[in-house]
């Protein structure tokens, strides 16, 4: 009897294997959606990257047709003569980012090197283990204890001083203020500490021992083994490891917009206020909102700093790929380059602070005559001379072997000293935090809504749901596309564009938060015209993207392979095996990645000034704007009434405590997950 038209009848229906044949294109069908689904998520992270920066030039073309190049170059800013400049905002935002580089490396490498070479065991594990926690205290919190605390103890002791004994140099002259480019430096560099430190022991721990063993063994002393054998093996390392951390200084908003002063002025002095572009955009987005063309500027300054730490980022991976292709073959061309590289960035270094030190004698000399040969800075020069001269006087005589000892326990009174200072810094902030607070904690922080400004009590309430609402959306949006992105690049790594896919998670996680702010604005508020939850949250998701991919691609790929090959051998397919073998081996991993990425987007306040926008009600509509805690511990910090600021102390203590506990509990079972295999 012929078939109904319309249908048709498979080949292998005739054959007596026709059940096994049917089954096994099945199996075929599975394991090709589960590639092809996957690789639907993986380029999420690839279309998200040119969407932003799409979107961010798309909604900048009103300030690129009226102001061109003359944006970059002018240095006015006048919204009523709709006249814009970004020049003070670039050089505050590079200033301010350099100043911070300066002082976070030195310390933060010495403590890497600290805990890595030198400090017992019983030390080391706890003291990193901490620093890695405080890596995750939202920046909020920095501006919060650097505006009430660190700005003015520097206006009543350090800038003084700075004024009175390097006043005749241009980087302090006074006078002073309280809120300036040094404040946003220092703040800048104490957020940087824990990130190089961790990321820098990490690639210290890499150095074959057999090559500190066979350095010791032929004579050398520990110092001498660490700055020859240890630090030039990680040197490539390291320096990623810094130029990630400045990305990040870059684009850092909320701690820096509360110490640098915001003032759109270009000054020599350190003490002087400054400006940065984030800052600008945090402060000037409320009023920008019904003016096209400052609206327009401002996104086209966050279109200049996504430009900006998209090459930082990458140039940071650039030099990440570099060590691992001269780690894996010698005869590869990153040693060449590296050899060729860093002795230039040495001399320009050298160059750039000889020139500044030998302008400050020169000047201290004409103003003092022969007493401007022994101020401070002569002294460090002559210190500097005396070390070098004596290298080279007692190399080769019966003094060089106590010369040596003698550098090696400076060498070790260094490193301690990094250690000592980094875990002090750390330390009195996190104390600060709880002493005060612990003093205002109550339990209508809770329960009761915001009072009117200058009236005792009331509460963060509607803060403490907006942060979960936000927190919740964003895990919904990430969580699927992060996982199953994840998948594809640990089980089809073999594909050309996994590659691809993995540089653009790294370059999406590096973009500075209120530049996914500002394109979640054009994206998700300009087309409907109002501030939403939904927003909020999926800027908040956006971030959270390349954090769960990168931790389920490194879980899944920590399974054993054997594992796999056993499924694989008793006939499962590979999307059986993936689901009921690799992710159940991997789910705590992955469990892991997931916490560490919610507790670092609750901490986040910048995206979600141009988002959520903030509610003094306790309203949890995605239609609708919603507060977090980090809007309110802001706004609370920079008011005038003494209750607002006790708040803030209380629901910093509060963000601060949830921050840690859930960073505290991941890592805890990601180690007890790694001590039991």
């Excluded at 901490?130 to 505006?147: D, H, K, R, T």
Aim: proline letters at 5%.
């Amino acid at each position: 009897m012929p078939e109904a038209s319309g249908t048709q009848t498979p080949k292998w229906a005739g054959r007596p294997d026709a059940p096994r044949v049917a089954r096994m294109s099945s199996v075929a069908l599975g394991d090709v959606a589960l590639e092809y689904v996957t690789l639907a998520f993986g380029l999420v992270v690839i279309v998200l990257i040119f969407w932003i920066g799409y979107g961010l030039w798309k909604e900048s073309e009103v300030s690129r047709h009226m102001f061109g190049w003359r944006l970059l170059r002018s240095s006015e800013w006048d919204v009523p003569k709709q006249s814009y400049g970004a020049l003070p905002f670039i050089y505050g935002t590079v200033v301010s980012s350099a100043l911070g580089l300066i002082l976070a490396a030195p310390v933060a490498i010495g403590c890497a090197l600290f805990l890595t070479e030198m400090a017992p065991r019983f030390l080391a594990g706890p003291i990193a283990f901490l620093i890695e926690l405080l890596a995750a205290v939202p920046s909020v919190i920095y501006g919060l204890w650097g505006f009430l605390v660190l700005c003015p103890w520097m206006q009543d002791h350090v800038n003084p001083w700075l004024e009175a004994h390097f006043g005749t140099f241009a980087l302090f002259a006074g006078p002073a203020t309280m809120t300036n480019m040094l404040a946003a430096g220092l703040i800048l560099a104490i957020m940087m500490l824990p990130f190089i430190t961790s990321v820098s022991r990490e690639v210290i721990l890499t150095v074959p021992a057999a090559q500190r063993e066979a350095s010791l063994g032929l004579g050398a002393t520990r110092w001498e083994t660490i700055r020859r054998v240890v630090l030039a093996h990680a040197r490539l390392g390291i320096v990623g490891a810094v130029m990630l951390a400045l990305g990040r200084a870059i684009g850092e908003t909320m701690a820096v917009v509360m110490v640098i002063g915001n003032n759109p002025q270009i000054s020599a002095s350190l003490l002087q206020p400054g400006y940065t572009m984030p800052a600008l955009l945090a402060n000037q987005f409320n009023e920008a909102y019904t003016d096209d063309v400052q609206r327009s500027a401002l996104i086209e300054i966050a279109l200049i700093l996504f430009v900006i730490t998209l090459l930082v980022t990458a140039a940071a991976r650039g030099i990440i790929l570099l060590m691992n292709r001269r780690d894996a073959a010698s005869s590869s061309k990153a040693a060449p380059l590296a050899r060729v590289a860093m002795p230039l960035l040495r001399w320009a270094v050298i160059l750039a602070f000889g020139f500044l030190l030998l302008t400050q004698v020169l000047t201290d000399v004409r103003r003092h005559g022969v007493q401007g040969l022994f101020g401070p800075i002569e002294a460090v020069v002559l210190v500097y001379l005396i070390g070098a001269s004596a290298d080279r006087w007692t190399r080769n005589t019966k003094l060089w072997n106590p010369y040596r000892k003698v550098i090696n326990a400076i060498g070790h009174l260094i490193l301690g000293s990094s250690a000592f200072v980094a875990c002090l810094v750390l330390g009195l902030l996190l104390g600060y935090v709880v002493a005060q607070g612990g003093h205002a904690l109550r339990l209508s922080l809770f329960t009761q809504l915001p009072a009117p400004p200058g009236e005792p009590g009331g509460g963060m309430k509607n803060g403490i749901l907006g942060t979960g609402v936000l927190v919740g959306i964003a895990a919904a949006i990430s969580i699927p596309v992060g996982l199953l992105g994840g998948i594809f690049l640990a089980e089809f790594r073999t594909r050309r564009i996994g590659g691809v896919i993995r540089f653009c998670a790294d370059v999406l996680n590096g973009i500075p938060s209120v530049v996914i702010g500002m394109f979640a604005y054009t994206a998700f508020v300009l087309p409907v015209k109002h501030f939403s939850a939904a927003a909020g949250g999926a800027a908040l998701g956006i971030m959270m993207i390349p954090t769960i991919l990168t931790t389920t691609q490194q879980m899944m790929l920590l399974v054993p392979g054997a594992l796999r090959e056993a499924s694989l051998g008793l006939g499962a397919t590979r999307l059986r095996t993936t689901i009921s073998v690799v992710l159940p081996a991997a789910r705590a991993g992955i469990i892991t990645g997931t916490l560490l990425a919610l507790a670092r987007v609750a901490g986040e306040t910048a995206p979600l000034l141009f988002t959520a926008f903030g509610n003094d009600q306790a309203s949890i509509r995605l239609s609708e704007p919603i507060s977090s805690m980090t809007m309110m511990i802001y706004r609370y910090a920079t008011s005038a009434y003494p209750d607002w600021i006790a708040q803030a102390w209380a629901g910093a203590l509060v963000l601060v405590a949830l921050v840690l506990i859930v960073s505290l509990l991941a890592r805890i079972a990601a180690r007890n997950r790694f001590a039991l295999r």
